[in-house]
């Protein structure tokens, strides 16, 4: 593909999706697939920077359908919530797209459930709220998930030994678990999708390096990062280019259930939407069966 960009997002009138995050790459997620006729929940914890989100979307399109929807990834009882409120409000999903996330807090946090704070909103809360939604998603038009990995993916590992970094927590390698972690899930996702017919397909994706406000919300305005992300805008594309794997592995017919996509210049870091091979620790899937086994316990969720 050359130079993909939202202009070649397919007609989505019609058509309905849930994007987690409310400001940046969940922002530009929500922005395109409403230009494209799509009616959007953007799902995120702070009920603010909803309404400034849905605000910014409807002023830019008029018309557009957008909502906001209240949930705390690192809250599986929020998580439930929301679902079982969407459950009501319609009947069927055509698009997941699990992009919000935290990054390298300095100390270790845990959420509400007691998961270390990285692993359990970036992986664990994805996990259960598409579990959740698979109801909703069967009933979808060639309904799709895609799931965000990161770079950071490449040098991650799954410790079953350590899952929580109860024992040794450290910022980035932790951050790169969970989304090493979410690689995995997409790719498993897939493969039981097909496996028991639920015609879900699964795809992950990832927006290089790109201008957002995961570092600095996450690690710090004063940390190393934070201030790379401050006085060093250069290093960064802007959140609207990271978006664009995103919503070509939601939307583009091209787009393959189980694959990879990212930018395609400088390492995977900046660019246009390319399918590029994953990490290869995302491919084995003796891994990925034990880490659902697990997740699936751990969240108190199942896939049906």
Same mark, same amino acid.
């Given at each position: 593909?050359?130079?993909?960009?939202?202009?070649?997002?397919?007609?989505?009138?019609?058509?309905?999706?849930?994007?987690?995050?409310?400001?940046?790459?969940?922002?530009? +997620?929500?922005?395109?697939?409403?230009?494209?006729?799509?009616?959007?929940?953007?799902?995120?914890?702070?009920?603010?920077?909803?309404?400034?989100?849905?605000?910014?979307?409807?002023?830019?399109?008029?018309?557009?359908?957008?909502?906001?929807?209240?949930?705390?990834?690192?809250?599986?009882?929020?998580?439930?919530?929301?679902?079982?409120?969407?459950?009501?409000?319609?009947?069927? #999903? +055509?698009?997941?797209?699990?992009?919000?996330? $935290?990054?390298?807090?300095?100390?270790?946090?845990?959420?509400?459930?007691?998961?270390?704070?990285?692993?359990? @909103?970036?992986? #664990?809360?994805?996990?259960?709220?598409?579990?959740?939604?698979?109801?909703?998603?069967?009933?979808?038009?060639?309904?799709?998930? $895609?799931?965000?990995?990161?770079?950071?993916?490449?040098?991650?590992?799954?410790?079953?030994?350590?899952?929580?970094?109860?024992?040794?927590?450290?910022?980035?390698?932790?951050?790169?678990?969970?989304?090493?972690?979410?690689?995995?899930?997409?790719?498993?996702?897939?493969?039981?999708?097909?496996?028991?017919?639920?015609?879900?397909?699964?795809?992950?994706?990832?927006?290089?390096?790109?201008?957002?406000?995961?570092?600095?919300?996450?690690?710090?305005?004063?940390?190393?990062?934070?201030?790379?992300?401050?006085?060093?805008?250069?290093?960064?594309?802007?959140?609207?280019?990271?978006?664009?794997?995103?919503?070509?592995?939601?939307?583009?017919?091209?787009?393959?259930?189980?694959?990879?996509?990212?930018?395609?210049?400088?390492?995977? @870091?900046?660019?246009?939407? @390319?399918?590029?091979?994953?990490?290869?620790?995302?491919?084995?899937?003796?891994?990925?069966?034990?880490?659902?086994?697990?997740?699936?316990?751990?969240?108190?969720?199942?896939? $049906?």
């Amino acid at each position: 593909m050359t130079k993909w960009t939202t202009s070649n997002i397919p007609p989505q009138h019609g058509r309905t999706a849930v994007v987690t995050g409310t400001g940046g790459l969940g922002f530009e +997620d929500a922005l395109a697939l409403a230009r494209a006729g799509s009616s959007v929940v953007i799902a995120g914890r702070n009920a603010r920077k909803g309404a400034e989100a849905v605000a910014a979307i409807k002023k830019a399109i008029p018309g557009g359908q957008v909502r906001f929807g209240e949930v705390d990834l690192a809250n599986l009882a929020s998580i439930a919530a929301f679902t079982e409120q969407l459950a009501q409000e319609q009947d069927s #999903l +055509d698009f997941l797209i699990n992009n919000a996330g $935290v990054m390298t807090p300095p100390t270790r946090r845990e959420t509400s459930d007691g998961f270390e704070l990285q692993f359990g @909103t970036n992986y #664990l809360g994805h996990f259960a709220l598409t579990a959740h939604l698979m109801p909703l998603l069967k009933k979808g038009q060639n309904p799709r998930v $895609v799931t965000l990995g990161s770079v950071a993916a490449r040098q991650g590992a799954i410790n079953f030994d350590d899952l929580q970094a109860e024992r040794d927590y450290k910022p980035m390698p932790v951050y790169s678990q969970s989304k090493l972690a979410c690689i995995m899930f997409a790719f498993e996702l897939s493969r039981r999708s097909k496996e028991a017919g639920w015609g879900v397909e699964s795809l992950a994706a990832h927006p290089g390096i790109s201008r957002t406000d995961l570092l600095p919300n996450g690690a710090g305005q004063t940390s190393a990062p934070g201030m790379a992300r401050r006085f060093l805008p250069f290093l960064f594309q802007p959140a609207w280019q990271g978006a664009l794997p995103t919503l070509y592995a939601a939307t583009d017919p091209a787009a393959r259930d189980g694959a990879y996509y990212g930018p395609d210049r400088l390492g995977g @870091t900046r660019g246009y939407p @390319t399918e590029e091979k994953p990490p290869m620790q995302a491919l084995d899937a003796s891994v990925a069966a034990r880490l659902w086994d697990a997740s699936q316990e751990l969240t108190s969720v199942t896939f $049906v």
